[in-house]
């Protein structure tokens, strides 16, 4: 299951080609990550993303739709 967190830029001035959106760069502001991905990972590893202490927003769980009646 992914763990999801706010993750940005560790340098606002610096560019972070996206890793999975060809041809636009990671958002200065951040966005969420899966922390558990071995790409984000690295990128945390090596200092480029910095991990915001506040929590990414809840992803409901599969399958747990409610039927309409």
Do not use: Y
């Amino acid at each position: 299951m992914a763990k999801l967190v706010h993750a940005r830029l560790a340098d606002a001035s610096h560019r972070l080609p996206h890793p999975f959106r060809p041809a636009t760069d990671f958002p200065a502001e951040g966005q969420s990550i899966d922390r558990e991905d071995p790409v984000w990972m690295q990128l945390i590893n090596d200092g480029s993303l910095i991990v915001d202490e506040i929590e990414a927003p809840a992803v409901p769980a599969a399958g747990k739709r409610k039927e309409k009646n």
